[in-house]
């Protein structure tokens, strides 16, 4: 979801959740996931194998689809959407703590840091609209300081979106006994439709999340086997709804063999980590170049520690500063050298688990780019063809 909003969305419907995404074993070489565009459609893919084709990375695998606008027609800045929280919190008859809600949900779902330290309360409420008769308000709060939420180009972290949905299990909390009265895990198959009622200016609601929000939750049908479907309103401390998700349908997860894992990073290996986008950079000053008269370097070497020096630094800042955990960056140089000089820094920096670096040598032919990914120790060095036609039109080599 977060995909297709950073790209404009200000209404997403028909969203279908096809399958689950099963991260790769920890340590295994990074995955590749995306979203698809195609006029008012979108996908979101993933690469089942880690292989390139011609240099590209394949997104063979539909994950979820859906449709989506960059407006949401009936906003009107003049009347914004208000929902009064005072007087839905005057009817909570029972309530629970955010870490109670978490010790009573199934330990399989294994939320812990950005997930559970958002939620603060859940109450329940009387409503006739929702089955059952009962509703759920809950309080979220983001402190302003959490790493990698705030300023990080988020429209909403994925881990608030999941943290907010995820207050939906409610309905199958026992207030009194704080005990999940439901056997099975679920997961989310469809949604009909997510719609942003903020301002259409706004890029992102990080201002509107640091005071904390308010959601209500209704269930619209229940039954031992299924549909379990219901809507979400999602408003600022003010009362003014920023988004609302309507049909959002779960399923249980379909029971299967117990998996044995028999080494010690199960925890690491099941866990997802969100990487920030931000990549500081600073100013360096290199040696004066030596050019010759075709304009090349005739010397390379002088400058191989300083480049590594910056290249290291760049890492090591990407990692300490911005939150990185993997960094990708492209070798446009046409011969291998910038690569070689490189080569001892990258494998310096993997060996330190500094951050996942991979590396991709550019090339205009599949033959150009192998030869310099064969250079190389490092092994996460990638091969990638460059399309010269969408750098430079009158250019008969790569870019200088």
């Known amino acids: 979801m977060e995909s297709i909003l950073e790209n404009g969305a200000m209404a997403v419907h028909d969203i279908q959740i096809h399958k689950p995404l099963v991260l790769i074993p920890h340590g295994a070489d990074p995955g590749h996931a995306g979203c698809v565009i195609n006029g008012n459609n979108w996908e979101f893919r993933a690469s089942t194998t880690n292989t ?10 539909v994950y979820a689809s859906g449709t989506w606008s960059s407006e949401n027609l009936a906003y009107d800045e003049n009347n914004p959407l208000m929902f009064d929280v005072e007087s839905v919190l005057s009817r909570s008859q029972a309530s629970i703590t955010g870490d109670e809600f978490y010790d009573a949900i199934p330990s399989a779902y294994q939320y812990q840091t950005h997930f559970r330290n958002y939620l603060k309360t859940i109450h329940e409420v009387p409503d006739d609209n929702s089955w059952g008769g009962l509703a759920y308000l809950t309080r979220l709060e983001i402190p302003e300081g959490t790493p990698d939420v705030f300023g990080h180009g988020y429209v909403i972290h994925p881990g608030i979106l999941d943290s907010i ?10 207030m009194a006994t704080k005990s999940f009265d439901f056997p099975g895990i679920f997961l989310p198959v469809k949604i009909d439709a997510l719609i942003r009622w903020d301002s259409r200016d706004a890029p992102d609601l990080d201002e509107e999340l640091k005071d904390g ?4 939750f209704v269930t619209r049908t229940w039954g031992p086997n299924g549909p379990f479907k219901s809507d979400y309103i ?27 894992i028999t080494d010690d990073s199960m925890n690491e290996r099941l866990t997802t980590t969100w990487q920030s986008k931000a990549f500081p950079s600073s100013n360096f000053l290199l040696p004066q170049k030596v050019m010759g008269s075709n304009g090349y370097h005739e010397d390379l070497e002088i400058f191989k520690p300083s480049l590594c020096e910056v290249f290291e630094t760049l890492l090591s800042d990407a990692q300490a500063h911005g939150g990185r955990k993997v960094v990708r960056v492209v070798d446009l140089d046409p011969s291998p050298t910038i690569a070689k000089m490189l080569d001892s820094s990258m494998t310096s920096a993997l060996e330190k688990n500094q951050v996942v670096l991979e590396y991709f040598c550019a090339g205009i032919t599949a033959e150009d780019a192998d030869s310099k990914t064969g250079a190389l120790q490092y092994r996460h060095a990638r091969s990638l063809i460059l399309d010269i036609s969408k750098t430079d039109e009158n250019s008969d080599d790569l870019p200088r």
Do not use: H, K
């Open 234 to 260: 999602i408003a600022n401390s003010a009362g003014r709804v920023l988004f609302t998700i309507e049909g959002f349908e779960i399923a249980r997860a379909p029971e299967a063999e117990p998996v044995v």
């Open 52 to 61: 390139f084709d011609n240099g590209q990375i394949n997104l063979d695998s």
């Open 165 to 174: 949905t995820q207050c939906g299990l409610a309905m199958l909390i026992n």
């Open 213 to 216: 929000v308010w959601t209500y």
